[in-house]
């Protein structure tokens, strides 16, 4: 339960600050890799390894992810083990895509303009988290 509290915690301060400065600080990575030292196991390194993989080939071959959301991803799939990294960052960038899509078509900006993916990323690890919690 603690660990849960802090997860969420540290994932809506990351999001805040990525709004603000779209830059997630260093300190974020050490704190999520604290709280998944917490229920560490063999699932943890998968899922960091599960989540981290399809991040990075994404963000070196389309140069449209940041290293920052690379490095948040690969943490919380350490924190929330196995697949279920992989799967919130699924549900993270369909929410993003859905909510930038309508935000630009209503708002008539432009395409391709950078913006703030942790808050999606968070929302879709968070949304795992809970479902975990309830599945138990």
Known sequence: MIQTIFFIAILVYASIIDIKAQTVPTHIY???LIVGLINI???SFLGAVFT???LFIVAFSTNELGGGDVKLGTM???VLQGVYGIIGTMIG???ALIIISLSRTIRHEKVNAPFPLVPYLSTGYITILLLKILVR
């Open 30 to 32: 050490i704190l999520l």
């Open 41 to 43: 196991g063999p699932l």
């Open 52 to 54: 981290f993989l399809p």
């Open 76 to 78: 919380c799939g350490f």
């Open 93 to 95: 960038v369909i929410f």
